[in-house]
């Protein structure tokens, strides 16, 4: 008997391998957790802690004096040198107060600095009547000027001399006035902007034609404008040490799962760069895992899909300078789902749908497929296939892995350059990079015709993901697929799929699964992943964002 | 820091280990020849091979059979377009360059060792995913169990079980070689089997696995026959396998096939000739559907069997000068006509099987087993002999549903 158990016994060849199996993934998250944890507390240490950013020193930071030469001239000190600060003074019409102006070329409105400040003040002045009231004192000089000569809607006022520099420098104009103790501040930086343009990023065939700005306020106007509704919070804040810059943190208050946004909030008040150029940059300094290849936060121009995922219960974020907006939290569904899906109706959203699915996983999986039924397992291919594969490649010198590396790495360099291509000799150029390469290519018998009918469909179908971001993700991917279909074949392309797979379970983006909800399987979200259900059927919103009200007639 | 050099250093060696391995399995699909068809024969040495073993190129082997590989596309493959890759091509057997095919011929008394001997011969070595027919010549069934033969084609692990088996009744090569160009007699051997549904007188593929099956139940089986004269083919009758010995033991002819189809009730297609009582003019009916069903009954020690069969269809030739017009009189007459026919193919499967051949291929002892299980464990082991005694009846009825798309 014990002879027949120790039989089945496995040799230790085969106990080692298992143990491999068992210790090799676990030293692999082991190495990736501490290579985070480096990067993380690395980013935490923060060497400027000890000299927080530095600021105007007292000596500028004090209260303006009053006395109007010398607050003049200390303004000018402080930021006159600047060759786009402008002083303009003149003499308050009906008094023999001086008074100047000091604002920003380029970025201060000038209309509103002629018509509303000089011509008030220049022209009319004060009246001989008002002349006993207005300058009994300074206080009354200073609230006759608020109240009767400055007709403008934003007008602040202040006293010390920071605050004056500090906003001539974001655009506002301010005003001294001889003889009264503060400064008006007034207006705000009317500087270029862009119109508001198609987002070039996002195109659709239908829905709203319209997109973020680079300018805040004008994006906060366009979410509005997106619907009347009390309960869309925009709260502020300020990022930056050096250059600071507005951000707005977007929900719906009654939505909107409020541990979500406390824990948005508390991501934010950990930021800590001196300027974030992008919203790129919050998108990767508040992201969970940065080594995954896939993005956790998305990013749009479209203003209709952000107000659509805070209905959602998800949360925006917008950051001044910069027409992409952050979606967050991030599903894996998300990226491949069109605002379009919705606008249409629910049968032809669907099939779009899956047919996107379809092409991202020709995208990801396409050439990995190509070189390991090339290379691994010919029996795979159906007879008169193999047969016509057969001649074609008869004469190409290089293994199928070569070859897709080849074609797959030009393809990408002419998308590359596609980019940066000036737009007359763009389209001029692809028909060269396209046709002529490929075809010549084939002619020089150093890729196979087959080849190139995969490269192109792997490359059209990575257009059809509706997030750039997404698509550049299993562009990569696409290569690792590669080399491990060249090392392994299909036995590697699983491997490496289940890779992914395991990897995707594990991510999360704010709490919430990044499968969500396919993993944790609820069946009842399943209603907007791979078909869009009619709109009649979706009346609840999606369960995995914990939202507070859950019914979306509501 | 030196640390971190280290670290950096192991990652990168643990890389290393990994990328180095490379692709060690891989095999370029131009580096490989499909083999698409396999012809096995009673040895036979060709040309070449006498030539070669007079040089002395021969190993320990008796010559038991003779395997014929049919690969493509052969070697100097027309390219672009220029024609024929000149020269003769190296096998036995294709003189012509317009063929789209090669056979290749070796004998020895192990397939997989001849398998495997064609890699001494060909730089590219054969690959069997694509063997779609295996073609057994009737000499080599007749000598040899086709559980011998067939061994090593079930064990092995690259032949799909989804390969067509016939039976040549000359030689396999003969089956597997073709004048015309561009033809590849593999292809078209599997394509004929798809036309059942043009006639009843070809039997449902029998691929490896159903050879299996077969051959594994103990059963005696049909496989089909191709017959060959000139380099062209012909699918016809059916050559029967023993079940016991697992070797050929006869012929079925087309007509016998008919008759047996009417019993299995699977005619899909096909037509019905027979003459007209009247004047004995040509009348046929196409078949569209049939049904039939076995039915065994036992009383005390007596087996016997009904056969019930059904088929409707439709009348598609009718030679009557001048026309009869089709009255439902006629048709219930020509009905009548038709199931004589069927009767009569019938009638002589049943002698073939029961008289001539004593094997039981209409699947009568299947049915005895589903209804009396117990019955049938004690017959089992001498089925065949009762089979041969056991009185069978039949009723035929045949529906002619319409008269095609005649006008009178």
């Given at each position: 008997?014990?002879?027949?158990?120790?039989?089945?016994?496995?040799?230790?060849?085969?106990?080692?391998?298992a143990?491999?199996?068992v210790?090799?993934?676990?030293?692999?998250?082991?190495?990736?957790?501490?290579?985070?944890?480096a990067?993380i507390?690395?980013?935490?240490l923060?060497?400027?802690?000890?000299?927080?950013?530095?600021?105007?020193?007292?000596?500028?930071?004090?209260?303006?004096?009053?006395?109007?030469?010398t607050?003049?001239?200390?303004?000018?000190?402080?930021?006159g040198?600047?060759?786009?600060?402008?002083?303009r003074e003149?003499?308050?019409?009906?008094?023999?107060?001086?008074?100047?102006?000091?604002?920003v070329?380029?970025?201060?409105?000038?209309?509103?600095?002629?018509?509303h400040?000089?011509?008030?003040?220049?022209?009319?002045?004060i009246?001989?009547?008002?002349q006993?009231?207005a300058?009994?004192?300074?206080?009354?000089?200073?609230?006759?000027?608020?109240?009767?000569?400055?007709?403008?809607?934003?007008?602040?006022?202040?006293?010390?001399?920071?605050e004056?520099?500090?906003?001539?420098?974001?655009?506002?104009?301010?005003?001294?006035v001889?003889?009264?103790?503060?400064?008006f501040?007034?207006?705000?930086?009317?500087?270029?902007?862009r119109?508001?343009?198609?987002?070039?990023s996002?195109?659709?065939?239908?829905?709203?034609?319209?997109?973020?700005t680079e300018?805040?306020?004008?994006?906060?106007?366009l979410?509005?404008?997106?619907g009347?509704?009390?309960?869309?919070?925009?709260?502020?804040?300020e990022?930056?040490?050096?250059?600071?810059k507005?951000?707005?943190?977007?929900?719906?208050?009654?939505?909107a799962?409020?541990?979500?946004?406390?824990?948005?909030?508390?991501r934010?008040?950990?930021i800590?760069?001196?300027?974030?150029?992008?919203?790129?940059?919050?998108?990767?300094?508040?992201?969970?895992?940065?080594?995954?290849?896939?993005?956790?936060?998305?990013?749009t121009?479209?203003?209709d899909?952000?107000?659509?995922?805070?209905?959602?219960?998800?949360?925006?974020?917008?950051?001044?300078g910069?027409?992409?907006?952050?979606?967050?939290p991030?599903?894996?569904?998300?990226?491949?789902?069109?605002?379009?899906?919705?606008?249409?109706?629910?049968?032809p959203?669907?099939?779009?749908?899956?047919?996107?699915?379809?092409?991202?996983?020709?995208?990801?999986?396409?050439?990995?497929?190509?070189?390991?039924?090339i290379?691994?397992?010919?029996?795979?291919?159906?007879?008169k296939?193999?047969?016509?594969?057969?001649?074609?490649?008869?004469?190409?010198?290089?293994?199928?892995?070569?070859?897709?590396?080849?074609?797959?790495?030009?393809?990408?360099?002419?998308r590359?350059a596609?980019?940066?291509?000036p737009?007359?000799?763009?389209?001029?150029?692809?028909?060269?990079g396209?046709?002529?390469?490929?075809?010549a290519?084939v002619?020089?018998?150093?890729?196979?015709p087959?080849?190139?009918?995969?490269?192109?469909v792997?490359?059209?179908?990575?257009?059809?993901?509706?997030?750039?971001?997404?698509?550049?993700?299993?562009?990569?991917?696409r290569?690792?697929?590669?080399?491990?279909?060249?090392?392994?074949?299909?036995?590697?392309v699983?491997?490496f799929?289940?890779?992914?797979?395991?990897?995707?379970?594990?991510?999360k983006?704010?709490?919430?699964?990044?499968?969500?909800?396919?993993?944790?399987?609820?069946?009842?979200?399943?209603?907007?992943?791979?078909?869009?259900?009619?709109?009649?059927?979706?009346?609840?919103?999606?369960?995995m964002?914990?939202?507070?009200?859950?019914?979306?007639?509501n | 820091?030196?640390?971190?050099?280290?670290?950096?250093?192991?990652?990168?060696?643990?890389l290393?280990?990994?990328?180095?391995?490379?692709?060690?399995?891989?095999?370029?699909?131009e580096?490989?020849?499909?083999s698409?068809?396999l012809?096995?024969?009673?040895?036979?040495?060709?040309?070449?091979?006498?030539?070669?073993?007079?040089?002395?190129?021969?190993?320990?082997?008796?010559?038991?059979i003779?395997?014929?590989?049919?690969?493509?596309?052969?070697?100097?493959?027309?390219?672009?377009?220029?024609?024929?890759?000149?020269?003769?091509?190296?096998?036995?057997?294709?003189?012509?360059?317009?063929?789209?095919?090669l056979?290749?011929?070796?004998?020895?008394d192990?397939?997989?060792?001849?398998?495997?001997?064609?890699s001494?011969r060909?730089?590219?070595?054969i690959?069997g995913?694509?063997?779609?027919?295996i073609?057994?010549a009737?000499?080599?069934?007749?000598?040899?169990?086709?559980?011998?033969?067939?061994?090593?084609?079930?064990?092995d692990?690259?032949?799909?079980?989804?390969?067509?088996?016939?039976?040549?009744?000359?030689?396999?090569?003969?089956?597997l070689?073709?004048?015309?160009?561009?033809?590849?007699?593999?292809?078209?051997?599997?394509?004929?089997?798809?036309?059942?549904?043009?006639?009843?007188?070809?039997l449902?593929?029998?691929?490896?696995?159903?050879?299996?099956?077969?051959?594994?139940?103990?059963a005696?089986?049909?496989?089909?026959?191709?017959?060959?004269?000139?380099?062209?083919h012909?699918?016809?009758?059916?050559?029967?396998?023993?079940?016991?010995?697992?070797r050929?033991?006869?012929?079925?002819?087309?007509?016998?096939?008919?008759?047996?189809?009417?019993?299995?009730?699977?005619?899909?297609?096909?037509?019905?000739?027979?003459?007209?009582?009247?004047?004995?003019y040509?009348?046929?009916?196409?078949?569209?559907?049939?049904?039939?069903s076995?039915?065994?009954?036992v009383?005390?020690?007596?087996i016997?069997f009904?056969?019930?069969i059904?088929?409707e269809?439709?009348?598609?030739?009718?030679?009557?000068?001048?026309?009869?017009?089709?009255?439902?009189?006629?048709i219930?007459?020509?009905?009548g006509?038709?199931?004589?026919?069927?009767?009569?193919?019938?009638?002589?499967?049943?002698?073939?099987?029961?008289?001539?051949?004593?094997?039981?291929?209409?699947?009568?002892?299947?049915?005895?087993?589903?209804?009396?299980?117990?019955?049938?464990?004690?017959?089992?082991?001498?089925?065949?002999d009762?089979?041969?005694?056991?009185?069978?009846t039949?009723?035929?009825n045949?529906?002619?549903?319409?008269?095609?798309?005649?006008?009178?």
């Amino acid at each position: 008997m014990w002879s027949v158990i120790l039989s089945y016994i496995p040799k230790w060849t085969i106990l080692v391998q298992a143990l491999l199996l068992v210790v090799i993934p676990l030293l692999l998250m082991a190495l990736f957790g501490w290579i985070r944890k480096a990067i993380i507390s690395g980013y935490a240490l923060h060497p400027n802690q000890a000299s927080p950013p530095i600021k105007e020193d007292s000596s500028e930071s004090g209260p303006l004096t009053g006395r109007y030469d010398t607050d003049l001239s200390s303004v000018r000190a402080a930021i006159g040198y600047n060759a786009d600060v402008r002083v303009r003074e003149f003499t308050i019409r009906g008094t023999e107060n001086r008074a100047a102006i000091v604002y920003v070329d380029g970025l201060s409105d000038v209309d509103i600095i002629d018509t509303h400040l000089i011509t008030p003040l220049m022209i009319h002045g004060i009246p001989d009547t008002d002349q006993e009231t207005a300058l009994r004192s300074s206080d009354s000089l200073q609230k006759y000027i608020a109240n009767r000569l400055l007709p403008v809607s934003k007008l602040n006022e202040t006293s010390k001399l920071q605050e004056l520099t500090r906003s001539v420098l974001i655009g506002q104009t301010a005003l001294l006035v001889e003889g009264i103790q503060g400064v008006f501040l007034i207006g705000a930086a009317q500087g270029k902007v862009r119109n508001v343009e198609e987002p070039l990023s996002e195109a659709l065939l239908r829905g709203p034609r319209i997109g973020f700005t680079e300018k805040l306020e004008d994006n906060m106007g366009l979410l509005r404008m997106q619907g009347q509704n009390e309960s869309l919070i925009m709260s502020q804040f300020e990022v930056g040490n050096r250059v600071k810059k507005n951000m707005i943190v977007a929900y719906m208050q009654d939505i909107a799962d409020p541990r979500l946004v406390d824990e948005v909030h508390s991501r934010i008040q950990r930021i800590d760069i001196d300027d974030p150029l992008e919203s790129g940059y919050i998108e990767q300094l508040i992201e969970d895992n940065i080594l995954s290849p896939f993005p956790q936060l998305q990013n749009t121009e479209r203003p209709d899909r952000v107000i659509a995922s805070l209905l959602e219960g998800r949360v925006a974020i917008l950051l001044d300078g910069t027409p992409f907006a952050l979606i967050l939290p991030t599903t894996f569904s998300m990226l491949l789902q069109s605002p379009e899906d919705y606008y249409e109706r629910w049968i032809p959203g669907s099939f779009v749908r899956i047919l996107r699915f379809l092409a991202a996983m020709l995208a990801l999986l396409a050439p990995a497929l190509y070189i390991s039924f090339i290379s691994f397992h010919p029996g795979l291919i159906p007879t008169k296939l193999a047969l016509s594969i057969i001649e074609t490649r008869q004469g190409v010198p290089f293994p199928s892995i070569i070859e897709a590396l080849i074609m797959e790495i030009s393809i990408e360099i002419l998308r590359e350059a596609g980019i940066r291509l000036p737009k007359p000799i763009g389209p001029a150029m692809g028909i060269v990079g396209g046709l002529i390469i490929g075809d010549a290519a084939v002619n020089a018998g150093i890729v196979s015709p087959f080849l190139v009918i995969v490269v192109a469909v792997t490359a059209i179908s990575s257009f059809t993901i509706p997030v750039y971001s997404a698509g550049i993700t299993l562009r990569i991917l696409r290569f690792a697929a590669m080399l491990i279909a060249g090392a392994l074949g299909i036995y590697g392309v699983i491997m490496f799929f289940l890779l992914i797979c395991c990897h995707l379970v594990r991510l999360k983006s704010f709490g919430v699964p990044y499968l969500n909800p396919l993993i944790p399987y609820r069946i009842i979200d399943w209603k907007d992943i791979l078909i869009r259900a009619p709109l009649k059927v979706m009346k609840k919103r999606p369960y995995m964002l914990r939202p507070n009200d859950a019914d979306r007639r509501n | 820091m030196s640390r971190h050099v280290r670290r950096v250093l192991l990652a990168a060696a643990s890389l290393l280990l990994l990328i180095s391995t490379g692709c060690w399995s891989a095999n370029e699909i131009e580096d490989v020849t499909v083999s698409i068809g396999l012809g096995l024969d009673t040895a036979k040495e060709s040309a070449f091979e006498k030539e070669i073993n007079e040089q002395g190129a021969h190993y320990p082997k008796e010559n038991v059979i003779t395997a014929t590989i049919q690969i493509i596309p052969p070697i100097n493959a027309k390219k672009g377009g220029q024609g024929g890759g000149g020269g003769g091509g190296g096998g036995g057997s294709s003189p012509s360059s317009e063929k789209a095919y090669l056979n290749e011929q070796l004998t020895g008394d192990s397939v997989i060792q001849i398998f495997r001997q064609f890699s001494l011969r060909r730089d590219r070595p054969i690959i069997g995913h694509h063997l779609k027919v295996i073609v057994v010549a009737r000499e080599l069934a007749q000598k040899y169990s086709l559980e011998q033969i067939f061994d090593f084609i079930l064990r092995d692990n690259e032949i799909r079980p989804s390969c067509l088996v016939v039976v040549s009744h000359r030689s396999a090569l003969e089956a597997l070689s073709s004048e015309e160009p561009g033809e590849i007699p593999a292809l078209y051997l599997l394509g004929v089997v798809n036309n059942r549904y043009r006639s009843n007188k070809i039997l449902p593929p029998v691929s490896l696995i159903k050879l299996d099956s077969a051959m594994q139940s103990g059963a005696s089986f049909l496989l089909q026959n191709v017959v060959t004269a000139k380099d062209e083919h012909k699918f016809s009758g059916a050559a029967i396998i023993k079940g016991d010995t697992k070797r050929w033991i006869g012929e079925l002819t087309q007509y016998d096939i008919e008759g047996l189809s009417w019993i299995k009730g699977d005619v899909v297609g096909g037509a019905l000739k027979t003459y007209a009582s009247r004047g004995s003019y040509t009348i046929a009916y196409e078949p569209e559907t049939s049904k039939a069903s076995i039915i065994p009954e036992v009383s005390g020690d007596d087996i016997s069997f009904h056969i019930k069969i059904k088929t409707e269809g439709s009348l598609i030739e009718d030679w009557s000068f001048p026309e009869v017009p089709s009255s439902p009189q006629y048709i219930h007459e020509l009905e009548g006509q038709f199931e004589e026919e069927i009767k009569k193919q019938i009638r002589q499967v049943l002698h073939k099987m029961q008289k001539v051949y004593h094997v039981d291929v209409g699947g009568f002892g299947e049915q005895l087993k589903f209804k009396y299980p117990k019955r049938w464990r004690k017959l089992k082991e001498r089925w065949e002999d009762i089979f041969s005694h056991v009185p069978i009846t039949y009723d035929v009825n045949v529906t002619i549903k319409d008269v095609a798309s005649s006008t009178d």
